[in-house]
């Protein structure tokens, strides 16, 4: 006969039988055969059936500790029962004893039932013990993982990326624009820094936007590399969640959410529901799109204006941060941070001082002693920085020990990026200072073209770029072109080598590949902006497969922004774009960091046309070909006017054409001097810390190395019941089994998955699962042993030598215990760690002495007669080892308490001191930063003050 449902009434205080860590919850509702409890230990609030909770009532029995809201610790003597509510007759430390009603318990308390299910023979497996031990274990050692967050991600580990994840993610409510150039993984970095903050707790709702044709790449990338589960927000399922005058926020539906920024600004109402559904973090994808000028806005920056300034965190992704000049680049800052960036004339000024910055850093990078005034320039700098006037410059002079720059030199270089420059708010790595790209191998073909003059003369157009793409496109005579032939001449060269073409509209692509099926019976995948996003994601994945895909895909411009198929080594540039970044982002789609061969890039151009002209101008005046060249966008901008009329131009004069490429090389020389010497030296500096991102890397190498992951997982599955076998090339390949413990395995389909614990092996084959510490299944695993019941009592019968028969030891495994909101990340100063004590008859903690691990011996959970003889029998003995383990437990506490506040104020009393240093000489610490971090400083020692060993498991060794 089942159990009849609890009766809940509101003010009872109940606990979570799966998630003892939520605290004491009090019934906040009971409506609909629903209850609603509060945790106001961790302020979450959770909604259950009321006929099928995992809560348990929170009864205490005489002798049991508690402490009262007014943080007063009690001990229980009796208890009254009295329409479904409970008053506790306690007794404080001197002896006076009250009446507590059980809405005055602390919500932070957590009993400890291990001993009462031990009195009561309530025993699990010694395996189950065993795999409890583990679990508490590998939560304590993922709290406090230097690389927490960055571990579980399916990508090679590469220094930069992981410094910049690392360094974001850790600040309170971070506000960046993420702009490394092409191929150095800025989604990559911004999957990262979210991964990290949602394991941190420090975020929950997240809304990415992006442009309509990467949203598919995003959703895949997120659960491939990350996963991260996001609900895709497009046209149709917004109307779905729109239906009805009182329909809620569709926004609201879900946590995390991928949308067009399109779609919102297209729809006013969207848009306002987004602005009210409320967002932690905010990530905004190729943010150069979002046009700004000291005159004007485009209504899409306006909208994420709106967004950024109401969302305490933001990133703004994009790998050309200048695209639309100077002022482009400061109205993205101006998102970020608009009370610092403010004003665009203060900006340029600002950034004029950075260069003799760079300067002494460079020099000190390359260990060359500094003269007299270097030093003195040095010591200034550091000085001012510091926020001392100069009468205090002046007192503490005779007191300051000179500055050693050769031995304190990476220190110093540490000082001087922190307190100068845009590096807080913008990080931009190059390739300049990355290594791991190929090598770019040009391949020119000058082709005699058989269109006459007229036919190659445009009118100019309202959009002068409109005006130049006019002038190099003839989409209407292709079968006249003389590129097509070439191009059927080259697959046939290269075959089977993967081509990626890329062109300026849809037309053409339509065009080749109808001109290739006709002339040379090619099949060529395409990939526009005309196509449903679902067919260009199943083009790319054609184009992809190695066996029966396509040799060609032909791609519009969108594929030059956000994909990625670096498994191709050929590119075809059909046309020319006019924008140098834009090239940029054609020939990032194979040049990017982890390609493995050299880059060959194909350039047809017809003779005498256009063509020739802008490719001359790449080529011989930006050398944009061989390699990413920085200086490109402003040299575009210095000579748009003179390039457009030369290239509407039918018969431009010679001289012109020359004058053109030459003025574009010395202003390329000339650039690059000053860009190396200027802002963007101390800006690449800041952005990536060799130190600490090898740091990581190792972090991570350590990480993959670890067995334990393995050794945990393997185990629980063999004790639950799931069936694995040896998959393809070294797999694993996991499926629920005929009889496991419960229906369901966590983040196990019905169907099996085929997983690998190596991130070698999960690199090359992205259909198996990637199982490491912070996977979602290794985390709902550890839960499952940690919040719940499962192994918390056990006894073993075994021999030792060094103990007469019928002697006992008791195993009491303690966990710190410190219940605190998830934004806080108390863990990582108090974290979860299981202490084993081992108490023998005479009350002696011998776990110095014996190795708790060796102890093993027949569960006596399979003869329970013998077991409870043996529980009752040793009952008092039991009791008083408990007692004393207890008190042991009550004396660690106290010095753990003090040694996690010693660890929490060291940590941020030195990180505010810096934050507020810096910011007397940085205005891109923003003051919100600081209040944030003094508040989670105070937060913390409050919390800290009230942690506590809890006990968490009993193991009871009887010798024979």
Not at 272 to 292: F, K, N, Q, T
Not at 392 to 417: G, V
Not at 591 to 600: A, F, H, K, L, S
């Amino acid at each position: 006969m089942p159990e009849p449902a609890p009766a809940f009434a509101v003010g009872q205080r109940w606990l979570s039988e799966t998630q003892p860590e939520l605290g004491l919850g009090m019934v906040e509702a009971v409506e609909h055969r629903r209850v609603t409890v509060l945790f106001p230990a961790t302020g979450e609030r959770r909604t259950y059936a009321a006929d099928n909770t995992p809560l348990w009532r929170a009864q205490l029995a005489t002798g049991e500790l508690l402490r009262d809201l007014d943080g007063q610790d009690l001990t229980v003597v009796d208890h009254l029962e009295h329409n479904g509510f409970i008053t506790y007759l306690v007794r404080d430390t001197t002896g006076h004893e009250q009446l507590l009603p059980e809405t005055r318990i602390d919500p932070r308390l957590r009993l400890s039932r291990p001993q009462q299910r031990l009195r009561a023979g309530r025993l699990d497996s010694d395996t189950w013990f065993r795999l409890r031990v583990q679990a508490l274990d590998q939560t304590a050692q993922l709290a406090t993982a230097p690389a927490r967050g960055l571990l579980g991600a399916r990508i090679s580990p590469i220094p930069h990326q992981l410094h910049i994840a690392a360094e974001v993610a850790d600040r309170h409510h971070p506000r960046v624009l993420l702009a490394d150039e092409v191929g150095l993984g800025k989604t990559i970095e911004a999957g990262l820094i979210l991964h990290r903050l949602l394991l941190a707790g420090r975020v929950r709702r997240v809304l990415i936007l992006v442009p309509e044709p990467l949203l598919h790449q995003w959703l895949v990338e997120l659960l491939r590399r990350f996963n991260l589960r996001f609900a895709l927000f497009d046209r149709t399922r917004v109307s779905a969640l729109k239906q009805g005058a009182d329909a809620p926020n569709p926004f609201e539906s879900e946590q995390h959410i991928l949308c067009s920024l399109d779609l919102l600004t297209s729809d006013p109402s969207l848009a306002d529901a987004a602005l009210h559904a409320g967002w932690d973090l905010l990530i905004c994808d190729e943010a150069h799109h979002l046009e700004w000028s000291p005159k004007a806005s485009s209504p899409a920056y306006d909208l994420v204006a709106a967004l950024a300034a109401i969302t305490p965190a933001v990133l703004l992704l994009t790998a050309t941060p200048e695209q639309l000049g100077r002022a482009g680049h400061f109205g993205r800052l101006r998102l970020l941070d608009p009370e610092r960036f403010g004003d665009y004339q203060a900006f340029l000024d600002e950034e004029q001082g950075y260069a003799p910055v760079a300067e002494l850093v460079s020099r000190l990078l390359d260990e060359t002693p500094l003269t007299t005034e270097e030093q003195a320039r040095l010591e200034a700098l550091l000085d001012d920085a510091d926020g001392m006037t100069d009468a205090e410059t002046a007192e503490s002079a005779p007191r300051r020990q000179p500055l050693d720059a050769q031995s304190d030199r990476q220190a110093i270089i540490e000082q001087l990026l922190d307190r100068h420059g845009t590096g807080r708010v913008l990080f931009r790595n190059t390739r300049a200072a990355i290594s791991g790209f190929p090598e770019r191998e040009l391949h020119p073909a000058r082709l005699e073209s058989s269109v006459s003059e007229s036919d190659d003369t445009t009118e100019t157009e309202a959009d002068p770029l409109d005006a130049l793409w006019s002038a190099i496109e003839n989409v209407d005579r292709l079968d006249n072109d003389p590129r097509l032939d070439w191009l059927i001449t080259q697959l046939r060269t290269l075959a089977p080598a993967k081509v990626l073409l890329i062109t300026a509209t849809a037309e053409t692509v339509l065009d080749l590949r109808r001109a290739l099926l006709e002339r040379a019976g090619i099949q060529a995948a395409v990939f526009h902006e005309g196509m449903p996003i679902v067919e260009r994601d199943r083009a790319a994945a054609f184009f992809a497969d190695p066996e029966e895909g396509t040799q060609i895909l032909l791609c519009s411009e969108i594929g030059s922004e956000g994909r990625n198929f670096q498994f191709a080594h050929h590119l075809v540039l059909f046309d020319l774009p006019a924008d140098p970044e834009l090239l940029e982002q054609r020939i990032g789609r194979l040049d990017r960091i982890g390609q493995t061969e050299t880059i060959r890039i194909h350039v047809p151009y017809r003779a005498d046309t256009a063509d020739e002209t802008l490719f001359r101008w790449y080529h011989e005046g930006l050398d944009a070909f061989s390699a990413h060249q920085p200086a490109a966008p402003a040299i575009f901008w210095e000579q748009r006017e003179t390039l457009q009329a030369l290239l509407a131009d039918p018969t431009p004069e010679a001289g012109e054409v020359e004058a053109l490429i030459t003025e574009a090389k010395a202003l390329r020389l000339r650039l690059d001097a000053e860009l190396a010497a200027g802002r963007d030296r101390l800006l690449e500096l800041s952005s990536h810390r060799p130190v600490r991102g090898a740091a990581l890397v190792e972090a991570l190498a350590a990480e993959d190395h670890d067995p334990t992951t393995e050794t945990f997982l393997t185990g629980l599955w063999d004790a639950f019941g799931v069936e694995r076998e040896l998959g393809p090339g070294g797999s694993l390949v996991v499926r629920p089994g005929a009889h496991m413990l419960q229906e369901r395995f966590p983040e196990l389909p019905d169907e099996g998955i085929t997983a690998t614990f190596s991130r070698k092996h999960a690199l090359a084959h992205e259909d198996r699962r990637f199982l490491t510490r912070e996977h979602p299944m290794t985390r709902a695993a550890l839960e499952l042993m940690t919040g719940s019941h499962m192994g918390t009592s056990a006894i073993i019968l075994t021999q030792d030598p060094r103990f007469a028969s019928s002697a006992l030891l008791l195993e009491a495994v303690y966990v710190a215990e410190c219940p605190a909101p998830p934004i806080l990340n108390a863990q990582r100063f108090l974290p979860p760690t299981a202490r084993r004590m081992l108490i023998d008859e005479e009350g002696k903690e011998r776990s110095a002495e014996i190795d708790i691990n060796a102890l093993g011996g027949k569960c006596l959970r399979s003869r329970r007669p013998l077991a409870r003889a043996l529980i009752k029998a040793k009952s008092k003995v039991i009791e008083a080892m408990v007692a004393l383990a207890e008190q042991e437990a009550a004396r660690e506490s106290r010095a753990l308490r003090e040694q996690a506040g010693r660890l929490m104020r060291d940590q941020l009393d030195q990180e505010l001191a810096r934050l507020q240093a810096l910011a007397r000489r940085n205005p891109a610490v923003r003051p919100a930063e600081i209040e944030a971090l003094a508040a989670e400083r105070d937060a913390l020692a409050e919390t800290l003050a009230n942690s506590r060993l809890r006990l968490d498991a009993l193991r009871l060794i009887a010798f024979a």
